[in-house]
């Protein structure tokens, strides 16, 4: 009588494994990387989908056909963006008419400064226009590349906006089929686990979008209104750009506060440049205390560290628009995470885990914050 000997089952080393890992991740950023024109007017579009995807359902339960619907719905909202682009487009060609004289008063700036660093550093001005003069032709030696990643942009911004309102379009007319193909993806035992995911993560990102939007609007006439007592020009311009970069963390807030500082450096007195930096402090501090905690879902809270990762990954890969891509797609693949039992570890560690997330910085204790609006009420 034979005995049959069972095989043992081959495990493969742990290197090989995490080997495996890393070619899977590079080979996805690269294909990443290489089809930005075309995934990233698509992420576009789906997370216009989702913001424009109630008034749709809204105009149709008014009786109007689901296809003029939609393109009401895309209509309004690209009218709404085209406005925002020519009222930056406009600003910047006026802000552009000035720029000569702005460029002459910051030049004499930067003599002054030169002058302090001599007397300071004590170095020769020899020296010191050595260093300038290095980095002056740095500045030329990379001005070729600038003008071609401009003309590139300018391309890709042409892309953009037509295949922008194309995929919004197609993603809410197609939208049935998308959720009935991802629904068949899994096994019917499965099937109310999937569709709570969906429910639940569009009415989540809806509200989190929303409150993006709202959030920037409320930023924007903070530091419109702050700008204009200070007395800076071009302060409405300025506070649209600020209120966008805010959405980006920390590097976002950062430009968002030199630009109208060098600005005020260049036009006025440098006491002006600190009343700006105080404005914009001021303007973070009552962001991240009051209009976050009660604007934005703070059911997608992410932690400062998966926000710092996300943003270099966004940007490395897409340039500018991945920046802005990466936090609410972190946040929607965080209420994934959340959701889903298999999961969950990520969506935990994505999380602030009550210790604070990007937006923390300058918040208040909780108890703090509970108390002032007791006040208040």
């Known amino acids: 009588m034979t005995e049959t000997i069972t095989p043992r089952p081959i495990v493969p080393p742990s290197y090989q494994k995490l080997s495996l890992i890393i070619l899977g991740l590079v080979a996805l950023f690269y294909g990443l990387s ?3 024109t075309i995934i990233v007017p698509l992420l576009f579009a789906l997370l216009l989908a989702m913001l424009l995807n109630p008034m749709v359902d809204r105009l149709t339960r008014w009786h109007m056909p689901r296809l003029l619907s939609i393109a009401l719905a895309i209509l309004l909202a690209m009218a709404a963006l ?3 682009a020519y009222f930056i487009g406009t600003q910047a060609a006026n802000f552009s008419d000035t720029l000569p004289a702005l460029e002459e008063r910051l030049n004499a700036l930067a003599d002054d400064i030169q002058g ?14 050595d260093a300038v003069d290095k980095v002056k032709e740095k500045g030329m030696a990379q001005g070729g590349a600038i003008v071609g990643s ?5 391309g890709t911004l042409f892309a953009f906006f037509f295949l922008l309102p194309v995929f919004t379009f197609l993603l809410l007319l197609y939208k049935r089929l998308l959720i ?19 429910t639940q993560t569009k009415g989540v990102v809806q509200s989190y979008l929303m409150g993006l939007i709202m959030e920037a609007g409320i930023v924007t006439v903070m530091n419109w209104v702050g700008l204009m007592v200070i007395g800076v020009q071009y302060a409405l311009l300025l506070a649209v750009i600020g209120a966008v970069l805010n959405l980006i963390p920390y590097i976002g807030m950062i430009v968002a506060t030199l ?30 205390n009051f209009i976050v905690p009660n604007v934005v879902a703070s059911r997608v809270e992410l932690n400062a560290l998966v926000s710092i990762i996300v943003v270099m990954i966004g940007g490395a890969l897409w340039g500018i628009p991945g920046m802005f891509l990466s936090l609410p797609l972190t946040a929607i693949l965080k209420v994934i995470f959340d959701r889903v039992p298999a999961l969950e570890p990520f969506g935990y560690v994505l999380g602030d885990g ?17 108390k002032a609006r007791g006040q208040v009420k």
């Open 259 to 288: 630009l109208p500082m060098v600005i005020a450096l260049a036009t006025m007195e440098p006491t002006a440049a600190l009343w700006v930096l105080g404005l914009y402090l001021f303007v973070q501090f009552v962001d991240n």
């Open 150 to 154: 401009t003309l590139t942009t300018v």
């Open 82 to 84: 085209m406005g925002l």
């Open 180 to 198: 009935t193909f991802i629904g068949k993806l899994f096994p019917d035992r499965d099937q109310p686990i999937v569709q709570d995911v969906l």
């Open 354 to 370: 009550g210790i604070g997330s990007h937006k923390s910085m300058l918040r208040l204790p909780d108890a703090v914050v509970g």
């Open 116 to 129: 302090w660093a001599q007397e300071t550093l004590h170095m020769k001005r020899t020296e010191m226009n």
């Open 34 to 36: 290489v089809a930005k």
